[in-house]
Structure formats: structure tokens, C-alpha cells
């Protein structure tokens, strides 16, 4: 990590001081305020701490009780979180995560990431994100609902299409949507279908929103890869994860010629030597939720590995898509021994930052999530303008948007980290041209 700027480094012992034990949002700050230190000195403008502060300060925190009741009847309890973060582009946007090991730091960490990955998308959208504690793994479709139903009877009061606009994310998906998105209308007697994204397609959901984050990624690698004048066609690709993204992701690299051969969840690892059967995958992960190892049991040249990492397998570009932390240094370092030539981030910081600077250090191509996977915020923004229109559009045609707003993505990316003198740095590139977009915006409006 460089040494900051003395108006950056203020700021960020702020961070530190008034966020005690979040190291996570620790982390997502200092990556970004290690990226501005050019930005800062070349333009007084941005040094006056407060714009600092005031980015890194949470416009609103919310955090509640979520009680609800278990097919035996007996009452549990969670807790809901909204960080409605900066608002300075458009209104909060960005997702719910129901998982165990959601915290308001947790939160803060996704939530300050989405201010950066929507500016980058161009789209007049803000930076928020929420969720819970709540683990829906192995409960019926009736707990689910009756949590969502409680965790919305809070939460509605707080969203809307012109102010908060939540989506899924981990642990949150069609299903989850549509309980809260049903309960949202009955509290409020409004059919306001802006103010949730992710919806099915019978009540105003968008073709592409459930691949977008997934195929956004590989749009991005795509594009990083040609600037070396190489092709994502014919290239062994390894992914981690076995959710909604890394499916996606799988899927539209073997339609542009990549040959995927290994994905992961929290049980192990499973390698296709013949390639992924994505049909296989999907029919056991979103319509069983079943494990990879059950995958492996039903394809004969499939193994599954209990131990070790999906990292170890052998790749030329691979795209973490699981979870926070998950790609560390020693990882880093295999893929670079095993000869990998790109990584793009589909998940939220799945890199730590020794792993980033490994893959720096050895050339390796490496495609932050604010940039890489910032497709599946973006097709939530071409949702969002559907349902303002009372309009739907086909497949192709928001699948060519969503392939232009990844090109435009990286262009911006590039661009920046060539102003600043840090050519082909996607990291830096990211942070500057997001930053000076989000704070502009801010300055334009006065001290709010």
C-alpha cells in the first residue's frame, strides 16, 4: 500500500476511529484512497478533507429487528440492515445479502464499493446495500416468505423508486424478491415497480438482470484481454462459486469459445476436464439446491476435491465469484505459477490486497469488482428505466446494452489510469474515474 496523501490519510484515521473492528470496510476504503493520491494532488479541489469524510460517511445507517415465525412455530430473530450510502448521482441502489455473516460493517463494505461500481456504469444511480443475518439454507418457501415479509414491513418505509431502490444478492434471489416486492404492495396499496430490482418477468422484471453480473465479468475480461491482442476464445477458465454469477459467467465464456472446467462452493471444488455441462449446474444448484459434489456423482470425467482450492487447477483466466477475502496471496501466487494471464473479480472484493499485488507484481491482467462485475447493477438500471416507461424490451437488445455499458466501463477505466500515469492499472483506473464523477457531484451541491 503506497503512503496517502496527508488529506487522505486524515480521512481515513476518521474511518478508523469512528468504525472500530470493521476491517472489512477498512479495507474497501484504504484500496480506493491508495488509488488517489495523483487525483488529489493534481487538483486542489479534492483536497479539502470533508469531500473525503463526507464520501466515506454514510448518508443514513439502518438497522432492525426481524422477527419471524418457523413452520413449528417458533419465533426467531434476525436483524435487517439498509446503509443508504451516497446519493449524490441518483438514489441508493444496490443489493440485499441474506447470509450468516452479514454485520453493519459487512454492509458499509458493499455499500461503499456500489458508490464507485455505479458511477462507473454511466447510469444515474447512488450507492446503497442491506441485508441480514437471516440464512434461508434449508428452509421451507413458507419461513422464507415470512421472514421477507417481516424484514419489508420495516424496510418499506425507508425505499422507494426515487429514493432507495434495493436488489439480491447473495442468498437473495427470484424467489426473495418477489416475497418482498408482494409485501411491499400490500403495506403501501402502490404498484411501484421501480422500487425493487431482480423481479420475474410477469411483474416487471427485465430480460438479463438474472445473468447480467455474470456475463458483464466476461464482457470486461474480454475487453482486457484485447489490449494484449488476445482473444477469451479457446482459453482454460476456472471460476469459483456456483451461484447465480458464477453460472452466468461459466455460460458466456463457453459461448464466446472459452473452455470452463472448474467451479466451486463452500463444500469443495469440482474439475471437467470435458468442460462445464452448465444445464447440469443449474439444473442441481437453482433447481435442486444441490451441492457441486453433486455434480461430480452424475458426470463421469468430473471429480470433486473436499480439500485444496479451486485456485490450484490450472487456468489462463479466472474469475472469482463467491465472496469477500476469498482469493488470498498463496492463491495468487498458484495462478500465477499455473500461467494465468487475467482475473476479473464477479464477486465483491473476493481479492485481498497481498493477492492484487501478486498478480500486479507478475503482469497479470486484474479486473476489480467495481468494474468487473458492475453488470448486474447496470441491467438493475436498465430495469429501473423499463419500469419508469412501462416498458419491456426483448433479450438481445438489453443484452447488447449491457455489452456496451461493460465496454464503456473499461474505456473509462483505462482512460483514467492513463491520465494519471498509470497505464493498464484497472484498480487505480476504477477508483479515479468513479471518485471524480461521485465527488463532483457532491461538490456541485454544497455541504449535505
Avoid at 465479468?217 to 476456472?238: P, Q, W
Wanted: aromatic fraction near 8%; proline fraction near 4%.
Amino acid at each position: 500500500m503506497s503512503d496517502l496523501h496527508p488529506t487522505l490519510a486524515g480521512a481515513f484515521q476518521t474511518v478508523l476511529d469512528r468504525n472500530p473492528g470493521e476491517a472489512e470496510f477498512h479495507q474497501a476504503v484504504r484500496e480506493v484512497l491508495d488509488s488517489l493520491n495523483p487525483v488529489v494532488a493534481k487538483n486542489p479541489e479534492y483536497a479539502d478533507q470533508s469531500i473525503i469524510q463526507r464520501l466515506c460517511e454514510p448518508e443514513r445507517q439502518l438497522m432492525f429487528r426481524v422477527p419471524w415465525t418457523d413452520d413449528e412455530g417458533g419465533v426467531r430473530i434476525n436483524r435487517g440492515f439498509r446503509v443508504e450510502f451516497n446519493s449524490a448521482l441518483g438514489p441508493y441502489k444496490g443489493g440485499l445479502r441474506f447470509h450468516p455473516t452479514v454485520n453493519l460493517g459487512i454492509v458499509k463494505f458493499l455499500g461503499f464499493e456500489q458508490i464507485f461500481k455505479n458511477s462507473l456504469t454511466g447510469l444515474p444511480i447512488g450507492g446503497g446495500k442491506g441485508g441480514s443475518d437471516f440464512d434461508p439454507k434449508g428452509l421451507s418457501d413458507g419461513e422464507v416468505m415470512r421472514f421477507c415479509q417481516s424484514l419489508m414491513t420495516e424496510l418499506y418505509r425507508h425505499i422507494g423508486e426515487y429514493t432507495d431502490v434495493p436488489a439480491g444478492d447473495i442468498g437473495v434471489g427470484g424467489r426473495e424478491i418477489g416475497y418482498l416486492f408482494g409485501q411491499y404492495k400490500r403495506i403501501t396499496n402502490r404498484y411501484e415497480s421501480g422500487v425493487l430490482t431482480g423481479k420475474g418477468l410477469a411483474y416487471g422484471g427485465s430480460q438479463v438482470r438474472t445473468e447480467a453480473t455474470g456475463f458483464g465479468t466476461v464482457f470486461f475480461t474480454r475487453e482486457m484481454l484485447a489490449t494484449k491482442g488476445l482473444r477469451i476464445s479457446g482459453r482454460r477458465v476456472i471460476i469459483s462459486g456456483s451461484g447465480n454469477v458464477a453460472i452466468y459467467a461459466a455460460e458466456k465464456a463457453q459461448e464466446l469459445g472459452a473452455q470452463v472446467v472448474a467451479c466451486s462452493d463452500s463444500g469443495g471444488y469440482i474439475v471437467d476436464e470435458d468442460g462445464l455441462d452448465i444445464a447440469l449446474l443449474r439444473q442441481i444448484k437453482e433447481k435442486e439446491r444441490g451441492r457441486v459434489s453433486d455434480y461430480a456423482e452424475q458426470r463421469p470425467n468430473a471429480t470433486f476435491h473436499a480439500e485444496g482450492s479451486v485456485w490450484d487447477v490450472p487456468c489462463e483466466v479466472a474469475l472469482p465469484c463467491a465472496t469477500q477475502n476469498e482469493l488470498d496471496d498463496d492463491h495468487a501466487r498458484s495462478l500465477v505459477e499455473n500461467g494465468v494471464l487475467a482475473v476479473a473479480e464477479g464477486a465483491n472484493m473476493p481479492c485481498t490486497p497481498k493477492a492484487v499485488e501478486v498478480l500486479a507484481n507478475a503482469g497479470v491482467l486484474f479486473g476489480p469488482g467495481k468494474a468487473a462485475n458492475a453488470g448486474g447493477v447496470a441491467t438493475s438500471a436498465l430495469e429501473m428505466q423499463q419500469n419508469a416507461s412501462r416498458d419491456s424490451w426483448h433479450f438481445d437488445h438489453t443484452e447488447q446494452r449491457l455489452d456496451q455499458i461493460m465496454v464503456d466501463v473499461h474505456a473509462r477505466c483505462a482512460e483514467a489510469a492513463e491520465t494519471y500515469g498509470q497505464p493498464g492499472n484497472y484498480v487505480a483506473g476504477a477508483n479515479i474515474a468513479s471518485f471524480i464523477k461521485v465527488a463532483d457531484a457532491m461538490l456541485s451541491m454544497g455541504v449535505i
